[in-house]
């Protein structure tokens, strides 16, 4: 898979304004099916012809277009208990639930964790989903129950998921007149946020209506359209019939990966200007160091590094926001000083940190712990790090903790610890010791 362009890339002016929207709550991203080409998933057009062809033998089905999805959908719903036909024989016509995430669908759900985008999703597949999932688990609303029961952030399935093959919307009834709770989060979405559609050639259309009426109150209806070819293919395109005077700048001629490469690339560039210092200010020479090591990762690489480190996050709540990650990455560089200069650092999978040949596991934690607690976070890190790199006698963190409750240790020693995210068949060795020390974020902050 592709990781994306290191953060030290420039970004496009219309990434930057739609950063600015993120940060103010105000950013929606409507997906569809485009995102998921990569990954192997049919276009519209073959997934018909391929349906279609299934449906040659059932008795009674007869398609004049058997180019166009919703045509051949449609052709087959008509036929007796056909929607439900229609609706679990295509599932069986590619791989919706196991396609490989692309950069595309593991951006979206970082940026859905970090709660910089509100996402709808209009493909069936789940890529998104299972993108982060062995990290952190994003909900996903399919139907109308979830949508009303779940909390924080999730993802909005509004044509339905191949994990519910009864919420599949794929006719064009179905697209007209979509469940009433589709509807309600899609207008409160485009009436409250700047949307942005991407990988979505055609609108459904319920949305069509939205979109139009939007359009006569708020200028534009504050959309932006991103698709390779959307400059060069607007004559054509279905979106000059519904925004016929969309400026070009709001149109954005990327791939669904170069779009949300860009601007996950400035969320976290945000971090990186609030670790350099006020704007016109030379920063220290240890954070500097940090800076220009950190920028070498990519938005994906910076994003799971930074959501691995944190502690406490729920889904929803910015770990590139939060001022113990300032303070963890100051912290870094302050360690790496030396007389004369400052130590080689690099950035390490995972959640660690490498000073020279020390390596660091970073901790951020999010909440007010007590001394007992920080010991399992510690021991459940240092059995990710012992299965992630082999045994090992002894595992050194940096701990962000805004406030502990009782005395900081130094070290724990002769810890039993476990890889938690093995497989039980992968613990062929079982319980391993190891010693645990420890350097606190807020006491190297104190001796600078």
Sequence with gaps: MDKGQPLREPVDA????????????????????GISLPAGLPSGAELAHRLDERFQRVNGYVCADTGDLLTVADAAANLDDGLAAVQRVVLELAPFSTAPPQLAH??????????????????????????????????????????????????????????QPETLLITSRQLRD???????????????????????????????????????????????????????????????????????????????DAFLDELAREWVMSLVRELRGPAGTEPPQCTAAVVEAFVEL??????????????????????????????????????????????????????????EEERLEVVICRERLTSSDLETVFSDRAGRVVGRIGPRDDVHMLVAASSVRGPKPRELRGIDVID???????????????????????EVLEAA
């Excluded at 039980?424 to 645990?436: A, K, N, R, W």
């Design 178 to 256: 979509a469940p009433l709770w589709t509807k309600i989060y899609f207008q409160a979405e485009l009436a409250q946020s700047t949307m942005v559609f991407v990988g979505i050639g055609d609108v459904a259309d319920y949305a069509r209506l939205r979109i139009t009426e939007l359009a006569q109150l708020v200028e534009h209806a504050r959309v932006r359209v991103v698709s390779p070819g959307i400059l060069a293919d607007w004559d054509a395109s279905a979106w000059k019939t519904l925004l016929p005077d969309l400026p070009e700048e709001r149109r954005i001629a990327k791939t669904a």
């Design 14 to 33: 219309a990434v930057l304004v739609l950063a600015s929207e993120a940060r103010d709550c105000r950013l929606a991203v409507c997906a569809g099916a």
């Design 298 to 355: 990519t938005a994906l690489e910076a994003l799971a590094w930074l959501r691995r480190a944190a502690v406490g996050w729920s889904v929803g709540e910015s770990v590139v926001r939060a001022p113990g990650t300032v303070s963890a990455l100051e912290a870094v560089g302050l360690l790496a000083r030396k007389e004369g200069g400052t130590s080689t650092i690099r950035f390490l999978a995972g959640s660690a940190v490498a000073i």
């Design 106 to 163: 593991t951006l979206l759900a970082l940026l859905v964790a970090e709660n910089a985008v509100r996402l709808l999703l209009t493909n069936w597949d789940d890529c998104v989903e299972r993108s982060w999932r062995r990290v952190e688990y994003i909900s996903a609303a399919r139907n109308e129950l979830e949508a009303e029961y779940l909390r924080g952030q999730f993802v909005l399935k509004i044509h339905g998921c191949c994990t």
């Design 420 to 442: 938690p995210d093995a497989a039980p068949d992968e613990l062929i060795g079982g319980e391993q010791q190891v010693s645990i020390r420890l350097t606190w974020v807020d």
